[in-house]
């Protein structure tokens, strides 16, 4: 038995980097996806050792928190980055995002570009409704 972080998932094939530092390749036991739990990238995982069928998922751990977009698990940082012009920055985007960390208690950092293309009235705006709810 094994334990680690399932860093990504693609088609049936699950990779985890072990708590060795070993990157392992999986396939996920049935009874986890028919319990409804889907596999997010984040989560924490015991998995078999090597077997005749190589190695199994055998249980995902109990999550700290689970974000949407993107779906990750057990995050504690979340960096958005967004352009302030061309496209334009959409605002309720933006702030759904904010409001789902602040909920989940996820730490929020935010990168703005092309901030050569806005005017310093949109940039203060940013700045000072934006920089308090960045904890």
């Known amino acids: ?41 984040g989560d924490r995982v015991i998995f078999s050792d090597k077997g005749q069928m190589g190695r199994v998922v055998t249980k995902i ?4 928190n689970h974000i949407l977009r993107p779906s990750a698990a057990n995050v504690s940082l979340s960096m958005a980055v967004f ?20 909920i989940k208690g996820v730490v929020s950092a935010l990168a703005v570009t092309k901030c050569d293309l806005a005017d310093e009235g949109e940039l203060e705006y940013i700045r000072e409704n934006y920089s308090g709810a960045l904890k």
């Open 61 to 64: 751990l109990p999550r700290k």
């Open 1 to 41: 038995m094994g334990s680690g972080v399932l860093i990504k998932g693609v088609g049936g094939n699950y990779y985890i980097l072990s708590d060795e530092g070993e990157r392992i390749t999986c396939a996920m036991k049935g009874s986890i996806r028919l319990g409804g739990l889907k596999p997010t990238v």
């Open 83 to 102: 352009a302030v012009k061309a496209p334009e920055l959409d605002y309720c985007l933006l702030d759904m995002l904010l409001a789902d960390n602040i």
